[in-house]
């Protein structure tokens, strides 16, 4: 038996509740991993909390990050015994997640656990960390550099938002933030940031085209914030687009793409190649200061999951929040 959050949705209605599991009831797959830690993302709020779609199949185990220890293998990469991570492959949507003592999966899902950091370090990073870094390769593979301008992060005090400030930051670009916790400016500036702005200027219906802002833009926030992004967007810059926390819509004009030259990027992190997994980890690897990590993280046990999600719905969670499912 092993403990896990699990979702469910009946006559009862739909709840999250902590649970204890057979390893009977344990999907298919050809790897299981006695997993170490997980992280609470906010799609991994949204389905806990049930307040969007985002559980396709019930009964689910949430967690979109995981890392541990194989525990059985049938896959020619994987011998038990070895340390995995895994980010995404609808994991916690369609197949069980990480928020639980263990997990069975498919192999090619995997990548081996990263050697310049400690489980815990990989799991403070976990998905936001990892598509930050897929944003940022995004913007230096358009050729922008950081003598050319500044770079937008929007949702700055979110997972993503801070790990794309400081690895920005830390590649020596000028970075621009914003956030609708002006409390936070400190800590934003601890990560690097060069301006602050409020959210607000950002999530209101705006013009078409604007005055140029920024070369580049890191957005998870979509809706009229993305709209507005990039019409502030200089002439052939790009803004990387990986998030919804404002919404899915997208109300904005050709006018950015056709008139400057902008480029929108969609970064899908989700089902990306292994070999990209792999180039993005080696790079948080160089730009992640491990010590840095605890500024962004906070670490919580597997049923205090339940509450947390409501409070990183609300707002309310700085940076990166650890599960540690045996605790």
């Not at 358009?142 to 830390?170: C, D, E, K, Q, Y």
């Not at 940031?193 to 920024?214: N, T, V, Y």
């Amino acid at each position: 038996m092993f403990k896990a959050l699990l979702i469910s949705k009946d006559e009862q209605g739909y709840r999250t509740e902590l649970t204890q599991l057979d390893d009977q009831q344990l999907p298919a797959g050809d790897v299981t991993v006695a997993v170490d830690y997980s992280t609470l993302n906010y799609k991994d709020a949204l389905a806990i909390a049930g307040t969007s779609p985002i559980v396709r199949s019930f009964p689910m185990v949430p967690g979109i990050d995981l890392v541990g220890t194989i525990e059985n293998s049938h896959h020619a990469d994987y011998k038990v015994g070895d340390k995995v991570l895994l980010n995404g492959w609808g994991v916690g949507e369609s197949h069980w997640g990480g928020l639980a003592q263990k997990a069975r999966l498919q192999g090619d899902w995997l990548i081996p656990l990263p050697t310049a950091f400690t489980a815990e370090q990989t799991m403070a990073i976990g998905t936001a960390g990892y598509t930050a870094m897929l944003c940022v390769l995004a913007i230096e593979k358009h050729g922008i550099t950081p003598s050319m301008g500044s770079v937008l992060v929007t949702g700055a005090n979110g997972g993503v938002g801070s790990f794309a400030l400081s690895i920005l930051s830390r590649l020596g670009y000028t970075v621009t933030v914003s956030t609708g916790r002006p409390q936070e400016a400190e800590y934003l500036k601890q990560l690097g940031a060069a301006e602050i702005i409020e959210r607000s200027s950002l999530s209101e219906p705006g013009r078409p085209l604007a005055k140029e802002r920024w070369v580049a833009a890191v957005d998870s926030v979509g809706s009229h914030t993305l709209a507005n992004v990039c019409a502030a967007t200089a002439n052939e810059g790009i803004v990387a687009a990986c998030g919804l926390a404002q919404g899915m819509d997208f109300p904005a004009s050709v006018a950015p793409f056709i008139l400057r030259g902008v480029t929108l990027r969609g970064i899908n992190c989700v089902t990306r190649p292994k070999s990209d997994r792999i180039e993005a980890w080696q790079r948080l690897g160089e730009l992640i200061d491990p010590q840095q990590l605890a500024l962004i993280t906070q670490t919580i046990g597997l049923a205090e999951a339940i509450p947390a999600a409501r409070q990183l719905l609300d707002g309310q969670v700085r940076g990166r929040v650890v599960v540690d499912v045996n605790r």
